[in-house]
T-cell receptor
Framework: KAGVTQTPRYLIKTRGQQVTLSCSPI?????VSWYQQTPGQGLQFLFE???????NKGNFPGRFSGRQFSNSRSEMNVSTLELGDSALYLC????????????FGDGTRLSIL | EDQVTQSPEALRLQEGESSSLNCSYT??????LFWYRQDPGKGPEFLFT???AGEEKEKERLKATLTKKESFLHITAPKPEDSATYLC???????????FGKGTHLIIQP
């Protein structure tokens, strides 16, 4: 069974640009969550999508947005990039319930110059 | 505010030297506590889910336990391949995402 796939693996952008990251969940999983991982803050929850609807949102500015498609694939967009947005962005999927474990992809490493 | 604190931040052990990692949490209604392992350049790999105090789960050299305020990950006779960062996360009772601790960086020396 294929795991969670994130593309691209690495990305370099400059301040002010925008970026879109992609996530394909495990087949059959309907919930997709996004996390930001930095050395200082660790893993922080961005948002979760379920059946194409944002179900939860973390404490991040509106520059961070996402969406989910009917096949459960998800995209995350960050506009007006700042140096502090440099991080590993992780996507995780789970079948449905909040109590079921989330399975993570290997992330997209975003570097802002 | 939900909070997860892991200790120690880093731990260096000799191969075969057993130890425990701690995860203390404060959360409004615990739906589940999760342990993950993360290797450099990789995403977190799921290890265990614990739902209620007194619950225990085992997998090879790892055993996770849960009380009302903390969880322990016991590592018995570790091997160098057990070297990784171990992350603890809680799923609060509300409609929020996982809250993670900062992790314990574990090194097992041959």
């Amino acid at each position: 069974k294929a795991g969670v796939t994130q593309t691209p693996r690495y990305l370099i952008k400059t301040r002010g640009q925008q970026v879109t990251l992609s996530c394909s969940p495990i087949s059959g999983h309907r919930s997709v969550s996004w996390y930001q991982q930095t050395p200082g803050q660790g893993l922080q929850f961005l948002f979760e999508y379920f059946s194409e609807t944002q179900r939860n949102k973390g404490n991040f500015p509106g520059r961070f947005s996402g969406r989910q498609f009917s096949n459960s694939r998800s995209e995350m967009n960050v506009s007006t990039l700042e140096l502090g947005d440099s991080a590993l962005y992780l996507c995780a999927s789970s079948p449905n319930s909040y109590t079921q474990p989330q399975h993570f992809g290997d992330g997209t490493r975003l570097s802002i110059l | 505010e939900d909070q997860v604190t892991q200790s120690p931040e880093a731990l260096r052990l000799q191969e075969g030297e057993s130890s425990s990692l701690n995860c203390s949490y404060t959360v409004s209604g615990l739906r589940g506590l999760f342990w993950y392992r993360q290797d450099p350049g990789k995403g977190p790999e799921f290890l265990f889910t614990l739902y209620s105090a007194g619950e225990e789960k085992e997998k090879e050299r790892l055993k996770a336990t849960l009380t009302k305020k903390e969880s322990f990950l016991h590592i018995t006779a570790p091997k160098p391949e057990d070297s990784a960062t171990y992350l603890c996360a809680v799923q609060p009772g509300g409609a929020d995402g996982l809250t993670f601790g900062k992790g314990t960086h574990l090194i097992i020396q041959p």
